[in-house]
């Protein structure tokens, strides 16, 4: 990631090929994040004594609090995860432990690592693969290698067959000639749905007794295999398929051969640490308020107390090592409605210094987020009824129509945002999609007469719940 060529106005302007409005809430993260680049470049004394400010966002759902802080992840190419509130626990209840946050960024950041390596060893890896092939279809007469591992004895590793003989002169032209012509053929495709018989690792594991019953059992339970990896042989199966697929799959088995993975597990902890994102949602649900007489209640303040040293910053022990979470990232996000951010503890509160309140979307937004955004909803349907055949034409007064009763339908029902336009746009659809198979290779406009006609009975009805929610 070349992250001196993200400056804020950049991050603005990517953010905004894909999500509409909000532009306080872009230019906080986009400065937040910057922050971090300005940060990697001081002495590193100087680093550890600065901390990232961490965001609380407000605002009705569906108006882009997620998406912002996913899309600039991706944009990024941090580790970023997102969390429910709700889903936690105070220590002492059955349910998720906190740190299990902190455990999925570093598992996301170990999956970024190993795949950008896989990828920087892949060509390597083809060749092996292709060798492996080769060895399957026309291999070398084996030695007896006698027995090298005495767990073989137990896990079926050992080869006890006869010596075999060493090959002639004349017999192993012959090999390497049969050889490289199949290597001819590989190269060329010519083999491609073939059927082989190829041996590789078996990567499930024997079941084992795991520790139950427990707050956080979860992240308790431990992979006996994966300490006795080192120990015990690989274990391998033969399986069939065709030449196409078993290529994926050695080249799979032998870029994972190339790659440390102890480099892999250093890198993905810096990463977590350094640049990880941890997004949080529905925030507002572990605060106090006007319904703190009834549900859950009892662990809400519990569930705070023990994210606040977490977000703080605390050391969480995962199975790649230990992980400081005092330069991670912290977005949390609610709407608010029923408590307030003040409802949150103090020493919680004084952990997001920034805030971000997000606008409700108005009938101009649905518009635009219909038309402007990078693969938008209204491209979205166009390509999938394309796959059938069907040129799908949206009128400019249909979009506006979708995008009013959009904006209607949301204040006399629940506000959802935008997630409404899906159900708009199934609605307005059905007919068509259902239809499309017989439609093929023909042109359907929608007009906004058209629209109106889906929708007005819709939009008319009293009980206007049991249709459009």
Do not use: C
Not at 59 to 87: D, I
Not at 354 to 377: G, M, N
Not at 407 to 417: H, M
Request: aromatic share 6%.
């Amino acid at each position: 990631m070349d992250e001196a060529m993200w400056t804020p106005k950049k991050i603005v302007e990517a953010l905004d090929r894909h999500i509409v409005g909000q532009n306080e809430a872009k230019r906080a993260v986009a400065v937040a994040l910057r922050h971090r680049w300005q940060r990697s470049r001081l002495a590193p004394d100087l680093q550890e004594e600065i901390t990232p400010k961490n965001i609380l966002m407000i605002g009705p759902t569906g108006v882009g609090k997620t998406e912002v802080a996913r899309r600039l992840a991706k944009l990024l190419k941090v580790p970023f995860v997102k969390v429910e509130a709700t889903k936690f626990t105070e220590v002492g209840y059955v349910g998720r432990d906190v740190d299990a946050m902190v455990r999925d960024l570093v598992e996301t950041a170990v999956r970024m690592v190993k795949e950008e390596r896989t990828s920087s060893v892949e060509d390597r890896a083809a060749r092996l693969a292709e060798e492996r092939i080769v060895d399957t279809l026309a291999p070398y007469p084996k030695e007896n290698r006698g027995m090298k591992n005495p767990f073989e004895i137990f896990f079926g590793g050992g080869d006890r067959s006869e010596d075999q003989t060493v090959p002639d002169q004349g017999e192993r032209a012959r090999i390497e000639q049969d050889r490289a012509s199949i290597r001819k053929r590989l190269q060329s495709g010519a083999m491609e749905q073939d059927w082989i018989e190829i041996e590789v690792e078996d990567t499930s594991m024997p079941s084992l007794p795991m520790m139950g019953g427990m707050p956080g059992r979860d992240e308790m339970q431990m992979n006996f295999g994966e300490m006795f990896q080192g120990l015990l042989p690989r274990r391998t199966k033969r399986r069939k398929m065709t030449v196409a697929e078993a290529r994926k799959v050695l080249i799979q088995e032998e870029a994972q051969k190339l790659i440390d993975t102890d480099d892999v597990h250093t890198e993905a902890i810096w990463r977590a640490e350094q640049q990880g994102i941890v997004f949080i949602d529905e925030f507002d649900k572990i605060a106090g308020g006007g319904d703190s007489g009834r549900g859950p209640d009892v662990s809400r303040e519990g569930v705070q107390r023990d994210i606040l040293p977490i977000v703080e910053g605390s050391t969480v022990n995962t199975k790649y090592g230990p992980v400081r979470t005092d330069h991670i990232l912290f977005i949390a996000a609610g709407a608010f409605h029923v408590s307030k951010p003040s409802d949150l503890i103090p020493e919680l509160q004084g952990r997001f210094p920034l805030r971000v309140e997000f606008e409700a979307l108005t009938e101009q937004d649905f518009y635009r987020i219909l038309t402007e955004p990078r693969h938008s909803l209204i491209q979205q349907y166009q390509a999938l009824l394309g796959a059938e055949g069907v040129t799908l034409t949206f009128e400019d007064d249909a979009i506006w129509a979708m995008a009013r009763y959009a904006d209607r339908v949301n204040q006399d029902t629940e506000n959802i945002g935008a997630r409404r336009l899906h159900t708009i746009l199934e609605r307005v659809l059905e007919e068509v999609s259902f239809n499309a198979p017989e439609l093929a290779q023909q042109a359907i406009p929608i007009t906004a007469q058209y629209v109106e006609q889906r929708l007005a009975r819709i939009a008319d009805s009293v009980d206007i719940n049991r249709y459009i929610l």
